[in-house]
């Protein structure tokens, strides 16, 4: 077994995400069977491989690297604060996070 | 109303005076609200947005004002990208009521080229799947056999199209999803290569893998789509600077002499012997219209759905933190944070979004890091080193764009791996970078649309584009 209940449990927790006992199983029966699956990827000697984080390399990207840091006058606020759930403009309210 | 409109065929209409662009789009919009409730290829439509943009294009010709690239082209969006006052869901729950502030950059692109923006296509959630069965919205219906998907996860897009509910559509592949749709559904789609299209607006699933590209009805009309969208954008730092060509001219030019890689490492085991059969007539017509054949190897191939599926949803888990029911979507109510949090996600998110994310954030934390996210990128630089090296040799790579034709619904839901392995012969290309069009290759039984594959080297997109329009213009659709 690659994926045991306690490690589903413990990134569940990592991505803030609630998951039924039924969910749980599920998904874990079946990560682990992928992860079985991802296993042959230890046929494969890569002890002098870089690792590839993207794909575009200096040639490609020419001058495309980043726009000039020009403050530019957005005035989309009240907009995107009328799609959350609980906005106080300016604000989005959010439960309280500090105990007392 | 003929089922299959081009480009240039509705540029004759509207310019002769046959035909409104107003007109033309009250007839797609009867068409798709007779035909929609059966194939659920929209989730939504924007008849405002579409009707203004008709009547701009109408006052042009009236004013005798040559028409832009696209002027007047009904067109359907993919609903994971922005669409400015138009409900963007991603297929997801916790987008229900999604309205984006915004537009993405190739949709204001589109309509600056004069499209006509029909509406929002289904897809699976987020964009992951590759049936359309994953979307919150219910599942989308091959319009050529009603019983079976129409591959995923642009399904929508794919759909639209083939059922002439639209004559061309935005989708976008993360490791497939615009060209395995394309072939099962029998119409031409393409990714451009990495860089080649802004990602501005695009709501991110996996970021180093993402592609915005067009489906359509001709190779011809998903160059001309291309070319409307592709190019350096300043919101998009991966956005290049390469210039764009004039892919519909370049599709013109002759393939005579071409050298095609045939890797043999893609004819192995696990290809439908029907899917076989139409790729090796591909391949012969190819012949005969004078490319040459080259037996090439890559090697890796056997390992890019492992690398694909650490590295998708690794990007994933993290793009997807950001719905967290505080600033727009859904949100469940808990008297702590973390406890909104949860609840939000945990409803919020389909089954399979919520796989790839507990996946992904164990192939990134403390412990599994190296054994599977590092080992991921560096097998990730071998695939990338197979195409380059296959690129010494040979002018395009020719491969079937999926193993199996279009399946039941229901066939394969139950059984996630079995799913994504009928990604093989798409995430190759995608971990590379590399550009790829999928071409309908004849049917199998006369009904099941097979896809032909073309790969080119970065940025080589004309080159796959005219072997593309060669394929098509010799009959590749009814071998």
Known sequence: MKISREDVVRVAELAYLDLSETELETYRAQIDEILEYIGKLNELDTGNIEPMAQVLTDDQTGDATLRDDVVVPCSIAAEVLKQAPDPEPPFFRVPKVIER | MKKNLTIDGIKHALTSKRLSARELTTDFFIKINARNPQIN?????????????????????????????LGGVPVAVKDVLSTRGITTTCGSKILRN?????????VARLEEAG????GKTNCDEFAMGSSNENSAYGAVKNPVAMDRVPGGSSGGSAAAVAAGLAVASLGTDTGGSIRQPGALCGIPAMMGSYGRVSRYGLIAFASSLDRIGPFANSVHDVAAVLGAIAGRDPNDSTSTTAPVPAYTEEINKPINGLRIGIPRDYFAEGMDSGVRDKVEKGIELLKRLGCKPVDIRMPH?????????????????????????VRYGLRVDDPTLVGMYRKTRGAGFGAEVKRRIVLGTY????GYYDAYYLKGQKVRALIAQDFRDAFQKVDAIVTPTSPIPAFKLGEKTGDPLQMYLADIYTVTGSLAGVPGISVPCGKICGTLPVGLQLFGPAFGESRILQL????????????
């Open chain 2, 41 to 69: 290829a929209y989730l939504e439509l924007s008849p405002e947005r579409a009707y203004a943009q008709a009547d701009k294009i109408d006052s042009l010709v009236a004013a005798g004002k040559p028409l832009p690239p």
């Open chain 2, 98 to 106: 999604y309205v984006p502030p915004y537009d993405a950059t190739a």
């Open chain 2, 115 to 118: 499209a006509i923006i029909l």
């Open chain 2, 301 to 325: 191939t056997d390992y890019a759905i492992a690398t694909y599926y650490i590295i998708a949803t690794a990007e994933a888990s993290s793009n997807l933190a950001r719905y967290d029911g």
């Open chain 2, 363 to 366: 192939v990134l934390s403390a």
């Open chain 2, 468 to 479: 593309a329009h060669a394929f098509e213009q010799a009959g590749g659709a009814d071998l």
